[in-house]
């Protein structure tokens, strides 16, 4: 099984930054899609952004220019800089694997992390 384990999250003042991180053990694949999602209470959740085993990325447009989504060379950690945070960033933040698809395909995400939840107070 795919283990993602979430760290980094905590509270911080508006226009602040911050940065969350994914451990990621299991198998190795060739094509992956990783993500970030986030849920507020009473929201649904939605994608934050992605990156593949290509490394190319992709935003949400209320993150975009804002949020930085990397991962180390060989694909163990998974990041989430968060920068000029609002207070509308505020959630719980996911990570999530999806295995042997690229982002390109819209993959569903069958491997979730725990959460860290992020709090931006103004």
């Known amino acids: 099984q795919v283990h993602l384990v979430e760290s980094g999250g905590g509270s911080v003042q508006a226009g602040g930054s911050l940065r969350v991180s994914c451990a990621v053990s299991?198998?190795?694949?060739?094509?992956?899609?990783m993500g970030w999602f986030r849920q507020a209470p009473g929201k649904e959740r939605e994608g934050v952004a992605s990156?593949?085993?290509?490394?190319?990325?992709n935003y949400a447009q209320s993150v975009k220019g804002r949020f930085t989504i990397s991962q180390d060379n060989a694909g163990n950690t998974l990041y989430l800089q968060m920068s000029s945070l609002k207070p509308e960033d505020t959630a719980m933040y996911y990570c999530?694997?999806?295995?042997?698809?690229?982002?390109?395909?819209?993959?569903?995400?069958?491997?979730w992390g725990q959460g860290t939840q992020v709090t931006v107070s103004s």
């Open positions: 999530a694997a999806a295995l042997g698809r690229l982002c390109a395909a819209r993959p569903d995400f069958d491997y």
């Open positions: 299991g198998h190795t694949y060739s094509f992956y899609c």
């Open positions: 990156i593949d085993s290509f490394g190319r990325t």
